[in-house]
């Protein structure tokens, strides 16, 4: 890696005594915890859901990739590898502006990252009138009244939406405000094709493509949200990820796979059907 000596530097002055003083854990069993780790064959740090979504976050993240870097056990066996997929997907990004936006949000100023604002201001975003103000929202695969801070203040939010509308396998605690519920399908209801982390974004050790068919039917009118999606763009007149060519493609893929289907296999969808909560 690089600038190793200047994270070394950075380290140095935090003896077990001094970091006791913040952590609260005594000094000698720093240093048992420090000698175990340095010792084991192969260790890692590793913290997602729930460390990094605190106060601190980033900064505890970077804390943890500073002692799997001290440590030497950065991009090892036994330690933290760093993939880098099938392609350079950091510079095919950099190169088609994919995940780089430099705008900020309207509440707060705040920078993106990965294409996305913190939801902490989602309800202020809603709540405060202003061009770009929120009023249309779809939520897929998530709860945020159950996962996001400041519950009570989401809950006023999402109520005082023109249109909230949740894709999800179940009904939640976001679509019980919500206007619309749409039935998706289970992982084992439809065929799959995971290849983005997998393959692309290079989260594994060995990039690999796993295909997996569908095991069972589904018992109403539940649809994958990628078919959704693409049919809610088309119905709208305008192109998913404001791509007429990622549109199109999506348009046909769904038009082979339907055309492949048994007919008896097909389920009758009455048009613009959905469930209302």
């Not at 492949?260 to 469930?275: A, M, V």
Request: net charge neutral; glycine share 10%.
């Amino acid at each position: 890696m690089s600038g190793l000596d200047i994270l070394l530097d950075l380290a140095k002055p935090w003896t077990p005594e001094r970091t006791a003083k913040v952590t609260h854990i005594p000094a000698e069993k720093l240093r048992e915890m420090v000698d175990v780790y340095k010792k084991a064959d192969g260790a890692a740090l590793y913290c997602s859901t729930g460390v990094n979504m605190g106060g601190n976050g980033v900064l505890a993240f970077w804390i943890q990739e500073c002692i799997n870097a001290i440590s030497g056990n950065l991009d090892r066996k036994g330690g933290t590898l760093v993939s880098k997929g099938v392609i350079d997907f950091p510079k095919f990004g950099h190169k088609n502006g994919i995940l780089l936006r430099t705008d900020r949000s309207r509440i707060g100023g705040l920078p993106s990252v990965n294409d996305a604002f913190p939801g902490g201001i989602l309800a202020d975003e809603i709540l405060t009138p202003g061009d770009k103000q929120i009023r249309a929202l779809f939520v897929t695969g998530g709860n945020p009244l159950i996962t996001m801070a400041n519950s009570n203040r989401m809950r006023e939010a999402f109520k005082d939406l023109e249109l909230l509308v949740t894709l999800d396998i179940l009904p939640n605690e976001t679509g019980s405000v919500g206007h619309y519920m749409l039935p998706s399908t289970a992982p084992l209801e439809r065929p799959d094709l995971p290849f983005i982390f997998p393959l692309m974004l290079g989260l594994q050790a060995k990039p690999y493509i796993q295909a997996t068919e569908r095991i069972v039917k589904p018992d109403g009118a539940q649809r994958d949200e990628a078919t959704i999606y693409v049919d809610l763009a088309k119905a709208c007149g305008v192109n998913i990820f404001g791509s007429a060519v990622a549109q199109r493609f999506f348009e046909i893929a769904k038009s082979i796979h339907s055309a492949r289907k048994p007919e008896d296999e097909q389920p009758s969808i009455p048009r613009n059907s959905c469930c209302r909560c």
